[in-house]
C-alpha cells in the first residue's frame, strides 16, 4: 500500500505522532533525531509551519545556523500561518540571522516583524542598535581602510627614499 493510498486521517494520525515524537526528542536534546521526525511532520499542511519552525530551533541548537535560517524560511511559506506563528518566527530567524553575522537580513526579518508587532520582544530597539552598529561598523572598516592606506603609502615612501640615497 502506497502513502497515496492511506486514508488522509491515518495520514494526519501519523504525522501528528511524528510531531509529538519529534517534540519529545528535541526536549530530550536528540536534535538530529527530533529533524528526522518534524521532516516527516512537514508533509501535513496543518503541521508544517510547526514542523519547520522545530527544525529550525533543533539546527540552531546543533549550531547549523545556515539550515536553521532555511528551516524558519520554510515555515514562513507554510499555509495556515497566524500572524503570531509568523511573529515568533520573524524574531528567531532574525537572531540566527545576526548570528550569521547577516545584518542587512536580520534587519529585513526585523522590520517584517515590525509590521506585523512593532512591541514584540523591543524589535524597535533592536533594528535601531543593528542600524547603528553596522553604521559604526562600516566607520570603522573605513577608517582602517585608510590607516591601511597611509600605512602602505609611508611604506612606499620609505622604500623610495632608502633606493634614492
Not at 30 to 46: G, N, R, V
Not at 127 to 139: K, M, N, P, V
Request: aromatic share 6%; proline share 2%.
Amino acid at each position: 500500500m502506497s502513502e497515496s493510498d492511506v486514508p488522509e486521517s491515518s495520514l494526519n494520525d501519523h504525522t501528528a505522532e511524528s510531531y509529538e515524537r519529534g517534540l519529545a526528542l528535541r526536549k530530550a536534546g536528540l536534535f538530529k533525531q527530533a529533524i528526522e521526525q518534524f521532516e516527516k511532520a512537514t508533509s501535513d499542511p496543518a503541521l508544517a509551519l510547526k514542523a519547520y519552525a522545530q527544525i529550525g530551533l533543533s539546527q540552531k541548537s546543533c549550531d547549523r545556523y545556515e539550515e536553521a535560517v532555511t528551516a524558519f524560511r520554510n515555515a514562513l511559506k507554510s499555509p495556515g500561518a497566524s500572524t503570531k506563528d509568523i511573529v515568533q518566527i520573524l524574531y528567531v530567524l532574525g537572531r540566527t540571522l545576526e548570528s550569521l553575522g547577516r545584518i542587512a537580513e536580520a534587519l529585513e526579518a526585523y522590520r517584517w516583524l515590525r509590521r506585523e508587532d512593532s512591541l514584540y520582544r523591543g524589535v524597535g530597539e533592536r533594528i535601531d542598535a543593528l542600524s547603528t552598529g553596522r553604521s559604526q561598523a562600516e566607520q570603522r572598516s573605513a577608517q582602517n581602510n585608510t590607516k591601511a592606506g597611509a600605512s602602505q603609502q609611508l611604506h612606499a615612501w620609505q622604500n623610495l627614499l632608502r633606493n634614492t640615497k
